[in-house]
DNA sequence: TCAAATGTGTTGGATATACGACAAATCCAA
DNA sequence: TTGGATTTGTCGTATATCCAACACATTTGA
C-alpha cells in the first residue's frame, strides 16, 4: 500500500552488512565478532555501521528477523488463509530455521533468537488474520496473533526437546490445540 | 609506490557497473545495450554512471581493460622476467580473452577490443622491461613495448584465422621473430 | 511521415557514506 | 594489578550517490 521506496544506498549497505555478518557467523562464535571484523569484512566505513544500526545485538536482531522474514515470505503468507496447510509451512519453515541456526555458532544467545522468532510470527499472523477478517477492529486481532506465535513457537520448542516424528507430522497433531482457541468466532467474541 | 587508496564507494560502484555489463553482454548485443539497462540491473542511479564513465564506449573501454588486467595480473607479470614461458602465458592470455568474448556478443567492435588487448599488452611489457632494465632511460623503452605488443597481438590474429596448432604450440614457433628484434642489446643500440 | 515513447547527457540540491579524530570502555599479557 | 592495545560510540567535514527535472537525440509504431 503505502510502498515508500527506500534509498537504493541503504539497501545495498543494509545488504553488505547483513551479508558480511552472517558469513562472519559461520566461522566464529557470535561473542568473538566486532563491528570492526563486520564493516572489514563488509569494506564500509564503522561509522556507516552506526548509521544503520545501535549496536551489534540490533544487528543480531535484524539480520535473524531479516533471514526468518525472507523464510516465510517466499510464499507470501501474509496474503494467504489461516489454514492446516499454511500451519504446517510455516512451522516447517520455523523448525528449519533453527537448524540452520544450530550450524552458525550462536550459543548463549538462544533466548533472543526465541523472541525474534516468535516477534516475526506475530507479525506474520496479524497480517494473516487482518486480511481474513478486513472488517474487524485490528486492535482485537493483536491478542490472538500473539497467542498464535506464542504457540506455534512453543511447538516447535518441543519438537527441538523430542523430535519424534517430522516436522508436518507433529504440527498436523498439534493444530487443533493451537487453532481451536482462535478461529473466526472467539475472535469476534473477545472484541 | 604511489599507492593512494581509493574511495571505498568508488570501487563499490565501478564493480556494480562493470558487472552488470558483463552480465548484460551475455544476454544482448553491445549495440543493444542501453546506460539505463546498466545502471538499472546494477541498482544504481543514471547520474552516477556519468560520474565515472563518459559514456558507454568509454564503460566498453575500461571494463574489457579491466577484465584482461585480472587475465594477465594473476601472475603479476609485471614483476617477472621476459623470456618464453612469460611470453607463452601471456599469449594463452589474449586467446583465452579473446575467445571469451566471442561467446559475448560484441559484433562490430571488433578492432576496438583489438586497440584495448594491444594497449593494455603494451602497458605490461613497458613495466616487464623496465624491471629488467631498471637502469635504462624510461623513454627508450617505449618503442620496444610498442613494437612487442603489436607483435604479439599480430600473432593472436594470425592464430585465430588459421588455429593449426594449439595457442601454445603457435606461439612457440614466432617467438623467435618477436623476441629477436627486442633483446637487451638492441635497446641499449636504439638508446 | 509524424507523433509518442524512450534514451542521452547535464544540472542543483538532498542524503548516505567515508574519513580522521576523540574519549571512554574493554581486553589481555606481563 | 597494571599498562598497552584494541574496540566502541560519537562527532564534523568532505565526497559519492541519489533524485527530479530538463533539453535534446534517437527509436518506434501507426
Redesign the pocket.
Given at each position: 500500500m503505502t510502498e515508500t521506496?527506500?534509498?537504493?544506498?541503504?539497501l545495498?549497505?543494509?545488504k553488505l552488512i547483513m551479508d558480511s555478518f552472517i558469513e562472519l557467523s559461520s566461522k566464529k562464535e557470535f561473542k568473538d565478532?566486532?563491528?570492526?571484523?563486520i564493516?572489514t569484512e563488509a569494506?564500509?566505513?564503522?561509522?556507516?555501521?552506526?548509521?544503520?544500526f545501535?549496536?551489534?545485538y540490533d544487528l543480531l536482531d535484524k539480520a535473524l528477523s531479516e533471514v526468518l522474514f525472507v523464510n516465510l515470505s517466499c510464499q507470501d503468507f501474509a496474503n494467504s488463509k489461516m489454514n492446516e496447510d499454511t500451519l504446517v509451512t510455516i512451522f516447517k519453515a520455523i523448525t528449519d530455521f533453527q537448524m540452520s541456526l544450530s550450524n552458525r555458532c550462536h550459543r548463549g544467545y538462544e533466548d533472543t533468537i526465541a523472541r525474534i522468532i516468535r516477534e516475526q510470527l506475530e507479525v506474520i499472523f496479524y497480517k494473516m488474520l487482518g486480511n481474513q477478517q478486513p472488517n474487524l477492529d485490528k486492535e482485537a486481532l493483536k491478542l490472538p496473533a500473539a497467542m498464535l506465535s506464542w504457540g506455534l513457537y512453543g511447538a516447535s520448542v518441543e519438537w527441538r526437546n523430542n523430535p519424534t516424528t517430522s516436522p508436518e507430522e507433529f504440527i498436523k497433531v498439534a493444530i487443533p490445540y493451537i487453532q481451536g482457541g482462535v478461529n473466526e468466532n472467539n475472535i469476534k467474541n473477545i472484541n
Open positions: 521506496k527506500t534509498d537504493p544506498r541503504i545495498r549497505t543494509r565478532i566486532t563491528i570492526k571484523d564493516t569494506m564500509i566505513n564503522r561509522a556507516t555501521f552506526y548509521y544503520h545501535e549496536d551489534i
